[in-house]
């Protein structure tokens, strides 16, 4: 089955301990990107990247690292977690971030990382 | 700056009712517009893509169509359900790069 696949699903933690979510796609796409969402702000754009070892900031980065090492894989890193990383996660991907006919495919999400910082 | 507005923030109708839900976005150089639709606690579900060059997109019950030069999107929903409650979302991409910016959603809820 094509999914993206996101880990973990809850994460509750105190501020300043690094933690890493994954993200996984099995549908050999070039394009993922990670995506936070509160309440009343939507989701933003957190970095994206276009293929392997091209990535690139989206709208809200700060805080944030991410690595695509791997076409499959583009894990989210939070060095220092702070309380206002508190928020809801996705992970996304589409077949090509590029131009053309293949980068007019939609995106497909994962279920989402709800992360807690204390 | 890219800003995509979506109104209704919520949205209450009767069963069987067709509906419309609005998109604008303040910059009309896209590459293209989806929606998407998100059930409470899961992910997001693409509903129809629309590349800048095309005026609509249909997949049964939804039409999406597209104006760049006025920067709208509508999202029509024909004799809507009860498994249409959602929030719908939409999203554009830009061109340069390749940001995606997303609108706050409207929560539908529809009464059977």
């Known amino acids: 089955e094509a999914q993206v696949t996101q880990n973990p699903r809850y994460l509750i933690t105190v501020t300043g301990k690094k933690l890493t979510v994954t993200c996984s796609q099995n549908?050999?796409?070039?394009?993922m990107s990670w995506y936070r969402q509160d309440p009343g702000l939507g989701l933003r754009q957190i970095y994206y990247?276009?293929?392997?070892?091209?990535?690139d900031k989206g709208d809200v980065p700060e805080g944030y690292k991410v690595s695509r090492k791997e076409k499959r894989n583009f894990p989210l890193i939070l060095e220092s977690p702070s309380p206002n990383q508190t928020s809801l996660y996705f992970c996304?991907?589409?077949?090509?971030?590029?131009?053309?006919?293949?980068?007019?495919?939609?995106?497909?999400f994962g279920d989402g990382t709800r992360l807690s910082i204390l | 700056k890219q800003e995509v507005t979506q109104i209704p923030a919520a949205l209450s109708v009767p069963e069987g009712e067709n509906l419309v839900l609005n998109c604008s976005f303040t910059?009309?150089?896209?590459?293209?517009l989806q929606w998407f639709r998100q059930d409470p606690g899961k992910g997001l579900t693409s509903l129809l893509l629309?590349?800048?060059?095309?005026r609509e997109q249909t997949s049964g019950r939804l039409n999406a169509s597209l104006d760049k030069s006025s920067g709208r999107s509508t999202l029509y929903i024909a004799a809507s359900q009860p498994g249409d409650s959602a929030t719908y979302l939409c999203?554009?991409?830009?061109?340069?790069?390749?940001?995606?910016?997303f609108g706050a959603g409207t929560r539908l809820f529809v009464k059977a």
């Open positions: 996304a991907s589409s077949l090509s971030g590029g131009v053309g006919a293949a980068a007019n495919q939609p995106q497909h």
């Open positions: 549908m050999n796409h070039e394009y």
């Open positions: 990247s276009m293929n392997v070892e091209v990535t």
């Open positions: 910059d009309s150089a896209i590459y293209n």
């Open positions: 629309i590349q800048s060059s095309q």
């Open positions: 999203a554009v991409r830009r061109t340069g790069g390749f940001k995606t910016i």
